[in-house]
């Protein structure tokens, strides 16, 4: 290593002096022969001396250049003499000489001067060596320059990808890098420009003359079949033929090896083309056809100058094709044939001048029937008819009914699938019927009522684009004759079929049960003995109805019948006929839809008496008898039908209530009271009596009131032995015997049902039980309360006045949810009512009957007045009070609440609210008119999902309103009645 003071003067170690003499031997021998051509010096290095190669950034020698001379003591940095010699100069090595540039420290590394760095074997600077740039080995790309340590390019270029680029004329770096220039443009002043003669549409340089998206312009895109030139869309095609303008004209050709120019939009995969130019000598519709061709065709019409479709058909009738354009005149056209889906062969192409379209083009002549002849090929399409057409030709004729009267329209004999309209009045008038395929025919029919002098307008059009040869037909509907068939009278049972599915058969009688709507047929049937006769439509294919009239299809009904039994749609009557009687039969449908197919069965039956026996006055009394062999005579009111029945006739000895039952009977019987006779009209009926088979009836009869009692089957299959017990009921507390509870109040009774007889059904509950009967007479005006608490079964409570045939003053089952009842009603001063014990199902027992009066406010008596206040609020409590008021069904169900009753007088016109919101129960609020039985004003149950109650209703100054809080179910409490200006 250096160490200072060891030498006094500079010198070379021993390898530096062997180095040197090595050079020097070369040198020489160069020199001797005069070439230094050989010596190439390093990167960094200059050739000075005559072949010696020196670093002048370092050589004191050599400073800054071959002939730069340091002084002594002086060194050379960066090619400049500066500073004395230090005499640093020092030994290293195993020399112990002066360490020779390049072998400091034994490294082999040049001793570089400041801002100088070894690469390479030489000294260089990093900040300016486009070699080593900013690091040693880092080269510049060809053409860049170092700066600073960096790579920079030359002046007025870019860094782009590792090279030096002109923005402002580098195709592919133009105006920023990585800018590339499309096709046919080049960069101008860091801008693509296309080439002279394009245009830039869409970031692409395209010929406007030429382009087929841009021709012209950009964004003028060129059709289907068009091509660009000189700017313009142009239609151009290949061969084809010009067939100039005669009309008509028949072009018979082939699309065998023919060339595709167009894709027709009417075709979903299209075939080879003809193609033929036509020009219309003046202007019209003009029609083009492809019939008779030998192959599933296609036609189209295309605007010769832009090749714009004007028409385009696949199927106009079958597999041919068939056009209709309207067209100016000498307006040049390309008529396309091709095929479906790749179909190819011979074609016939026609092509015609349509006749301007008219309506009508004739009349009808009003003697009928007529029959109209004509084309449609070559008319105009005038109108667009209703259903099935779409703009096909089409002729029309106007027609005057010379009466009133059904008409029939039809197409038959026509020969292609055809259209039919009719239109009221003119050709613009309202559809009166429209029809394509009658009877799923080609053909078309419609039938009309007219009246004497009306006027329509018959439309023959064709469907899905048919056309040729029509006929119009037009009839007079004649109505069957009534009765159209006579049934046999001399074999029975006897089965006749048909049908009501007739064309143009609709309704002419009405029926007296059901809709009877459906078309009829008719049948006059004389009874050749006195019997039952029955009539069925058993087996018939729709819902029929069954009407039976006396003499003449206008004579009186005898029977109808919808449904025979439920779920059975035909139908059933029985009538008792005499000998010689004749009627009309008239099987009819249900709905004007109910037709078809018919079977209509007869049969006769000799029946016995009725009454078959007359039981006189005699009670108590039973009788035994069957029904096994009897017949099926009379229809009781309640159970089922179709069970067979006896008849018996009883008088009543005196007046009272009489128990009549079918106790003991081995069948489900029905029981059923008539007034008078057999004929007489029903005064009751009882099919399970106390949740038994069999039946009951109690009965109020005045003397000598003659009854007949109808035992029955409660289905056709019940029938067999039975047992009738009739007896007169002696006990008091029925209909015609009630007990009188006189007109005092608070009173208390006690009593039992059981061994009471059924007289009355409640309005309320279910009930079948036996029921006891009070009356009261209410000695003053006011709302009295009747209730069963303490009874020892579940009651049902209803009041009725003046009778058990009264109207219901009210009813009650549950009584707040518990199990007895309670009614309130207002009376005034001698009103009767009768009280109604009764127990729900079939329960029966002890009860306690309790009649009091209301005292205190808020009934529908003793409303509490809160005058004209506003806005208002009130509090106070319904438990305690009466049901003075039923909301209406619309608004809550069942409610048997009590409530609060209150008037209100509105002290100016405007909307007000009412409601009750702060009530601690679900209430119901209802507002009323003229007391707690006038008109229903507002009502509400459950007011925005809450169970308060609100309503909003308009009021003029003065008007006085009935407000009622009453409770949902027997719900009652706390309310709070708030009444305000509506917002």
């Not at 549409?201 to 059709?223: E, I, R």
């Not at 009379?634 to 008849?647: F, K, N, S």
């Not at 707690?932 to 169970?947: A, H, M, R, V």
Request: with cysteine.
């Amino acid at each position: 290593m250096s160490q200072p003071g060891l030498r006094s003067r500079f010198e070379l170690s021993f390898t530096a002096l062997w180095l040197t003499a090595a050079a020097l031997l070369v040198c020489s021998a160069s020199c001797a022969r005069g070439d230094t051509s050989s010596i190439t010096c390093d990167d960094g290095l200059a050739m000075c001396g005559g072949g010696a190669c020196v670093d002048t950034q370092v050589d004191p020698d050599h400073c800054g250049g071959c002939d730069g001379v340091c002084a002594s003591g002086q060194r050379c940095e960066a090619g400049e003499c500066v500073g004395e010699d230090k005499g640093n100069g020092g030994g290293g090595g195993d020399q112990g000489g002066v360490e020779a540039p390049g072998e400091s420290e034994g490294t082999g590394g040049a001793l570089c001067a400041p801002g100088l760095e070894p690469c390479s074997g030489g000294c260089v600077d990093l900040d300016i060596n486009p070699h080593h740039c900013g690091g040693c080995g880092q080269e510049c790309p060809a053409g860049q320059l170092c700066e600073g340590g960096a790579c920079r390019c030359d002046g007025g270029l870019a860094a782009c990808g590792g090279s030096c680029a002109d923005l402002t004329k580098d195709p592919l770096h133009c105006g920023g890098c990585d800018v590339r220039c499309g096709l046919h443009a080049t960069c101008v002043d860091g801008e693509c420009a296309c080439d002279e003669g394009l245009t830039a549409c869409d970031g692409k340089c395209v010929d406007l003359a030429s382009h087929p998206q841009h021709c012209g312009a950009c964004g003028a895109a060129c059709g289907g079949g068009l091509v660009c030139q000189a700017g313009t869309c142009t239609c151009i095609v290949g061969e084809h033929e010009d067939i100039g303008s005669t009309t008509p004209q028949v072009v018979r050709g082939t699309t065998l090896g023919a060339d595709t120019y167009f894709g027709l939009d009417c075709v979903a995969a299209g075939s080879t083309e003809v193609v033929y130019k036509f020009t219309t000598e003046e202007a019209g519709t003009y029609r083009f056809d492809t019939a008779g061709s030998s192959y599933d065709t296609a036609i189209a019409v295309l605007d010769r100058a832009v090749c714009g479709e004007l028409a385009c058909n696949d199927d106009r009738a079958g597999p041919e094709a068939a056009a209709w354009v309207d067209l100016e005149g000498g307006k040049e056209v390309l008529v396309v044939v091709s095929g479906y889906n790749g179909a190819q062969g011979d074609f016939v192409l026609h092509i015609d001048r349509a006749a301007p379209p008219a309506c009508p083009v004739g009349t009808i002549e009003p003697t009928l029937p007529q029959s109209v002849h004509g084309d449609t090929w070559a008319l105009g399409d005038a109108l667009v008819a209703s259903c099935g057409s779409l703009d096909t030709p089409d002729a029309s004729y106007a027609f005057t009914a010379p009466h009133a009267g059904r008409f029939i329209f039809d197409t038959a004999g026509s020969s292609f699938d055809t259209v039919l309209e009719l239109r009221s009045g003119t050709c613009t008038g309202s559809m009166i019927s429209c029809n394509n395929n009658n009877a799923s025919e080609k053909t078309s029919r419609v039938v009309a009522s007219l009246t004497a002098g009306q006027t329509v307008v018959a439309i023959v059009d064709g469907a899905e684009g048919e056309y040729g040869p029509f006929t119009l037909n037009v009839s007079e509907y004649v109505p069957p004759p009534c009765p159209e068939f006579v049934l046999d009278a001399t074999t029975f049972p006897q089965r006749v079929m048909g049908t009501t599915a007739i064309v143009d058969r609709e309704s002419a009688l009405s029926a007296p049960c059901g809709t009877g709507a459906g078309p009829e047929a008719t049948y006059a049937f004389t009874a050749p003995a006195d019997a039952l006769y029955t009539f069925d439509t058993i087996g018939s294919g729709f819902d029929s109805v069954l009407h039976i009239h006396d003499g003449t299809c206008s004579g009186p009904s005898l029977g109808c019948n919808d449904d025979v039994a439920t779920g059975v749609l035909q139908s059933q009557v029985k009538v008792l006929l005499d000998e010689g009687q004749t009627v009309i039969v008239v099987v009819d449908g249900y709905s004007s839809s109910a037709s078809g197919a018919y079977t209509l069965n007869v049969s006769q039956t000799f029946v016995p008496p009725c009454p078959l026996i007359d039981l006189g006055t005699t009670v108590p009394q039973t009788v035994t008898g069957t029904t096994a062999d009897a017949v099926d005579l009379l229809r009781p009111t309640c159970g089922g039908a179709g069970g067979r029945e006896a008849t018996y006739s009883f008088t009543a000895p005196e007046a009272g209530t009489y128990l009549i039952d079918t106790f003991g009977s081995s069948f489900n019987t029905t029981l059923a009271a008539l007034d008078g006779s057999c004929s007489g009209t029903a005064i009751a009926c009882n099919a399970d009596a106390a949740g038994s088979q069999q039946s009951q009836l109690t009965l109020d009869l005045e003397e000598g009131q003659t009854i007949l009692l109808l035992i029955d089957g409660e289905s056709a299959a019940a029938s067999g032995d039975f047992t009738l017990n009739v007896e007169r009921f002696d006990g008091g507390g029925t209909c015609s015997t009630p007990i009188e509870l006189g007109s005092s109040y608070p009173q208390v009774v006690t009593g039992s049902t059981v061994d009471q007889p059924r007289s009355v059904t409640p309005s309320c509950g279910s009930s079948t039980a036996p029921d006891m009967i009070y009356s009261f007479t209410a000695p003053e005006d006011g709302t009295y309360i009747f209730d069963t608490l303490g009874s020892s079964f579940d009651t049902v409570l209803q009041i009725l006045n003046g009778s058990c045939r009264g109207a219901s003053l009210g009813c009650n089952d549950d009584f707040s949810g518990g199990r007895q009842s309670r009614v309130s009603t207002v009376l005034v001063a001698g009103q009767t009512a009768f009280i109604v014990v009764d127990g729900r199902g079939t329960s029966a027992g002890d009860y306690v009957l309790q009649v009091d009066r209301f005292s205190g406010p808020g009934t529908c008596s003793t409303a509490i007045d809160l005058g004209s206040e506003l806005p208002l609020t009130r509090t106070g409590t319904t438990s305690g009070q009466p049901n003075s008021a039923t909301p209406v069904s619309s608004c809550t169900y069942s409610s048997t609440a009590a409530d609060m009753v209150f008037t209100y007088t509105a002290p100016a016109d405007g909307d007000y609210v009412i409601d009750t919101i702060g009530s601690s129960y679900d209430t119901v609020l209802h507002v009323h008119s003229d007391g707690c039985g006038g008109e229903t004003l507002k009502c509400n149950d459950d007011w925005g999902g809450t169970s308060r109650s609100s309503v909003r209703l308009t009021l003029t100054a003065g008007e006085v309103i009935t407000v009622i809080v009453d409770g949902y179910g027997t719900s009652s409490g706390s309310f709070t009645l708030n009444i305000s200006p509506a917002p």
